[in-house]
């Protein structure tokens, strides 16, 4: 690991390794797998910076480490431990990439995977030593844009520009062909991709299907809202009708690569584009000819392949619901992650996503959550993001030798601070939100008091706002004269100075639902990591007799606080 993270080229650039890993049960599996994960949440150096590389992906399956009772729950348990504190490992699910791609393995690179393969001489699935010729990726919101909102008039443009890129990609392919052994003897000759003699032809290791070849695209979203709109999509749900359409893009693709295999016997595969660069070239190419489009041209990015809009903030249940059918049309490459805040205090909230992705079908998971730290002031959490940057929310520090900021670049994470990513990049992980509420970061200030940083769901905040308005009305308006106010009595303790009510200072069972409670609640979450182990959803019910002394509550005293508790709230419920 430190000789990976210290093996830079002169661009500074570090060699792109990944290392899967999760399914040995004997002893010395285990230990290995135990000493990965220990050496990663260390860290590297004095300072214990987060390593880049290698990337690391573990395999989670039933019966070896998924469910308590398995084997290796235990290592689950240290993997979620080290996604807490280092992004890293990402997960994928064993039998739900074996639906995906047709057989088990680990991604290469960051998300592209091998398609399943049978070797026609020994009638067994071969992994080991297949490889990937290549991607060309097709700027989808550019045949929208073209198309005008027609949608006869953007599948005809489709088409032809499927017609291009599969040229493209075939122009690949003879390139790759014309490679000789000799010129590369590691990958020809020495058993990285076989053993050929020192000029036999490269072409046995790629026809019949044994590589693949990939087809690429950018901005789902982007291009299903010059169809349907900007919101067609939305914090909570989406419009069904737009999802269909985005489907259909990928799933013609996918027709498409089947079609190109069965002709030429190679097999062409549908990527879910990382797009590291290609998020802000394609977009302001598209901005430079159309203009600023609403919902599709208005950020300086293009959404990543099939993913929900970054600036969005749903649920992570709801975020993968909408994600989740797009990969098995896309097997070629993908990925899905979501937005955390700070999870090492609860990690099982973590576990929770981890289960709900596997059972719903998700093939492969990443992990983003606050991880950045300055070493000027201590401050660990967020780093604020700036035009050029980011910097430590606390003292402003973006020193790159005295600060560590890890974000995930898109399948892979990466240190924006020491290797700056392009402008589209920056602003597309610049607008990110969190998928759940909660801590965002902390600093141990001079005195020893905490400071800390929150960031709230938006539905949150939009009920906490009315609820404050309302309450704010009310303050106003004359009181209640059936509600009195007294002090408490001498002696009474562990209450606030006044109850708003007429009635006994310690009320009997049922006599508040009788004659105070109005069927208002405060608030209804979600998904919440603070109010306990896990993830929970939590009903915050109006009205409060006891007015205690610095109670961060008080704007729902009021028993008609908030809004009512109705049928379709306990649906949602």
């Avoid at 995977?113 to 991607?135: A, C, H, S, Y």
């Avoid at 998971?365 to 604020?384: A, K, M, S, V």
Wanted: aromatic letters at 12%.
């Amino acid at each position: 690991e430190y000789q990976i993270n210290s093996n830079r080229v002169s661009n500074g650039q570090t060699p792109f390794v990944t290392v899967g890993f999760g399914l040995g049960t004997d002893w010395f599996a285990r230990e290995i797998q135990r000493a990965i994960f220990l050496n990663r949440i260390r860290g590297l150096g004095s300072e214990h910076h987060t390593a880049i590389f290698p990337k690391l992906v573990f395999t989670i399956k039933h019966g070896v480490n998924a469910d308590p009772g398995d084997p290796n729950y235990d290592l689950k348990q240290l993997a979620l431990e080290c996604a807490t504190k280092r992004m890293y490992p990402d997960v994928i699910f064993y039998e739900n990439i074996v639906k995906i791609t047709g057989s088990f393995k680990a991604p290469m690179g960051c998300r592209s995977f091998l398609q399943g393969w049978i070797d026609p001489k020994t009638g067994k699935d071969v992994e080991d030593g297949r490889m990937n010729l290549g991607v060309v990726s097709v700027n989808i919101p550019r045949i929208a844009l073209e198309s005008h909102g027609d949608k006869d008039r953007f599948w005809k443009i489709f088409d032809e520009r499927m017609t291009v890129a599969h040229q493209a990609l075939q122009f690949r392919i003879m390139r790759c062909k014309q490679a000789t052994p000799v010129n590369a003897p590691t990958l020809f000759r020495f058993g990285a991709f076989g053993r050929l003699g020192a000029n036999d032809s490269v072409d046995q290791l790629f026809r019949n299907e044994r590589a693949t070849v990939s087809l690429g695209y950018i901005g789902l979203y982007e291009a299903t809202s010059v169809f349907y709109g900007k919101d067609w999509m939305r914090d909570h749900d989406w419009d069904p009708e737009g999802k269909e359409f985005a489907l259909s893009i990928v799933k013609r693709m996918n027709e498409l690569c089947k079609d190109w295999s069965t002709a030429e016997g190679y097999h062409y595969s549908v990527y879910s584009t990382p797009a590291e660069s290609l998020t802000d070239r394609f977009n302001r190419m598209d901005r430079e000819k159309f203009g600023e489009v609403d919902g599709v041209t208005d950020h300086d990015f293009y959404t990543n392949s099939f993913h929900y809009p970054v600036w969005l903030q749903p649920t992570p249940m709801e975020k993968l619901d909408y994600e989740k059918d797009f990969p098995y049309y896309a097997s070629g490459g993908f990925i899905n992650y979501c937005e955390f805040p700070c999870l090492q205090a609860n990690p099982k909230a973590l576990e929770a996503v981890w289960d709900y992705a596997y059972t719903i079908g998700i093939g492969y998971l990443g992990t983003n959550t606050p991880i950045d730290r300055c070493y000027e002031c201590g401050f660990e959490g967020d780093f604020e993001p700036t035009e050029e940057g980011f910097k430590c929310p606390e003292c402003g520090n973006s020193d790159p030798d005295r600060c560590n900021v890890t974000k995930r670049t898109c399948g892979y994470l990466g240190n924006p601070v020491q290797r700056p990513m392009v402008h589209g990049r920056h602003e597309e992980i610049a607008h990110r939100v969190k998928h759940m509420s909660g801590e965002t970061g902390h600093v141990t200030l001079d005195d020893g008091s905490e400071r800390e940083w929150f960031e709230q769901a938006k539905l949150s905040i939009a009920i906490i706002a009315k609820q404050q308005a309302i309450q704010e009305q009310r303050m106003v308006s004359s009181a209640d004269p059936a509600v009195s106010r007294r002090d408490f009595a001498a002696g009474e303790t562990g209450r606030g100075p006044f109850i708003p009510t007429n009635r006994a200072s310690n009320p009997r069972a049922g006599q508040w639902t009788n004659a105070m409670s109005h069927n208002m609640i405060a608030d209804y979450k979600r998904f919440l990591m603070t109010d306990g182990e896990g993830i929970r959803c939590s009903l915050y019910v109006s009205g409060c007799p006891f007015h205690c002394e610095g109670c961060y509550n008080s704007s729902i005293w009021d028993f008609r606080a908030g809004h009512e508790y109705n049928d379709r709230l306990e649906a949602q419920i």
